[in-house]
């Protein structure tokens, strides 16, 4: 495995992931029962911003960056900003990016658990030694896909599969995707599982949503931000999330958030979003609109 996250902490996709990785987290909290997080590739969990790999890329100066001095953000994106900047690592200043896990472990309540997998030996050292003492989370140094048979149902009952693979081939990887998701979703159907997908060629991510539209679970949302037009397979032009088993009302949580997202990361060209339910609570597959710029965002479905 070549990829190496550090190159690209803090970046767009980053920050997309991360604002609906919240929400999510937010739904579970909603319920005083504990809940259980579990990721599939947790990486190392917290990335220098200062460092030679951040500092190769530039990437989280058009992320994370952008926030640093925006005002009047909605709530939820304001608690995200805040969370990052106000943590011990930044209070000199923008130095360090937390990954999914620190973000997600710094929310946990009691009772609440986060199992962590991570395959590729280095990264999974430093991951053990982020969270060493917190009993709380449990490091795995194995496979993550492989994992989830082992880790699902959890013993909460409750909870979130965040799945960030990185789609070195991304074909091949849709494929352990899916093969991973069908047992998963057999033994924890009522699992909330939430998939991370780079966009390039729109061409390349069709085929992935229409065949999780048949995977057995009654609401599918999509979450997607572009910087880019999507048709150049040269470079990441934006990038989404696919939420199975969907919480109530996270489209409304994401709305208005994704909308000032869509301002605040704008390239050279008005960015665009997608946010629109691929099946509704009633398992019924929903037309499927097309980009709209940020001030455009469809509003909420009628649904019961």
């Known amino acids: 495995m070549n990829y190496r996250h550090a190159y690209h902490a803090g970046n767009f996709a980053d920050v997309l992931k991360h604002v609906v990785l919240l929400a999510l987290i937010e739904s579970l909290q909603a319920k005083p029962t504990p809940f259980c997080y579990i990721d599939t590739h947790a990486g190392s969990g917290n990335y220098p911003l200062d460092g030679f790999e951040a500092g190769k890329t530039g990437e989280f100066k058009d992320g994370i960056a952008r926030l640093h001095p925006a005002e009047k953000l909605p709530p939820l994106l304001r608690r995200w900003r805040d969370g990052i900047l106000g943590s ?56 993550g ?21 990185p789609y070195e081939a991304q074909d091949a990887e849709y494929k352990l995707i899916e093969q991973a998701l069908k047992p998963a979703l057999q033994r924890w159907p009522t699992g909330v599982y939430a998939v991370w997908y780079p966009i390039k060629l729109r061409s390349q991510v069709q085929p992935f949503l229409r065949r999780l539209q048949h995977s057995g679970v009654k609401r599918v949302l999509r979450a997607e931000l572009l ?61 499927t609109p097309s980009p709209l710029p940020a001030s455009r965002l469809p509003p909420r479905p009628n649904r019961r």
């Not at 939420?243 to 390239?267: F, H, Q, S, Y």
């Not at 665009?272 to 009633?282: G, I, P, Q, S, Y």
């Open 145 to 165: 896909y492989e994992a989830l048979k082992a880790l699902v149902p959890p013993q909460e009952k409750r909870g979130l599969v965040l799945i960030d693979p």
């Open 227 to 287: 910087v880019h037009p999507d048709d150049s397979p040269l470079r990441l032009n934006g990038s989404g999330m696919v939420i199975l088993n969907a919480p109530w009302k996270l489209d409304d949580a994401l709305r208005e958030p994704l909308r000032v997202l869509a301002g605040l990361l704008a390239r050279e060209h008005p960015a665009t979003v997608k946010l629109d339910w691929l099946l509704d609570e009633a398992g019924s597959q929903l037309n």
């Open 88 to 143: 011990a690592d930044n209070a000199e200043g923008l130095k360090r990016y937390p990954g999914s896990p620190l973000q997600v472990a710094r929310l946990l309540r009691p009772g609440d658990s986060a199992q962590l997998c991570e395959l590729h030996t280095e990264e999974a050292c430093k991951l053990r030694d982020l969270f060493r003492g917190n009993h709380q989370v449990h490091v795995h140094e194995r496979d």
